[in-house]
């Protein structure tokens, strides 16, 4: 079963940075993509970034220069660092994994919050 474990979220003033983590169990996790999505108060989920299993990434145009996605597969562990964080990046944020036949598992989210 996959488990997917985010941490790292929390409160932080404009212009702040955060690192988020997702610990990933239950998968081969060198064959999935990962990503981060994330949903603010009364919008849609949206993709953040994501990483092949090659390492190959993309990012949302929200946040390009900004947040870069990384991967870990010794530590089945996936990360967001988000810098110059914005209030407009306050939302809940999921960690997902995708797996090569288009299957798509979720985190339960950590809570980012923006505000001086």
């Known amino acids: 079963q996959v488990q997917l474990v985010e941490s790292g979220g929390g409160l932080v003033q404009p212009g702040g940075s955060l690192r988020l983590s997702c610990a990933a169990s239950?998968?081969?996790?060198?064959?999935?993509?990962m990503g981060w999505y994330r949903q603010a108060p009364g919008k849609q989920r949206e993709l953040v970034a994501i990483?092949?299993?090659?390492?190959?990434?993309n990012y949302a145009d929200s946040v390009k220069g900004r947040f870069t996605i990384s991967r870990d597969n010794a530590k089945n562990t996936v990360y967001l660092q988000m810098n110059n964080l914005k209030s407009e990046d306050t939302a809940v944020y999921y960690c997902?994994?995708?797996?090569?036949?288009?299957?798509?598992?979720w985190g339960q989210g950590t809570q980012v919050t923006v505000s001086s």
């Open positions: 997902n994994a995708r797996s090569r036949n288009g299957a798509d598992s």
């Open positions: 990483i092949t299993n090659n390492a190959i990434t």
């Open positions: 239950g998968i081969i996790f060198s064959r999935y993509a």
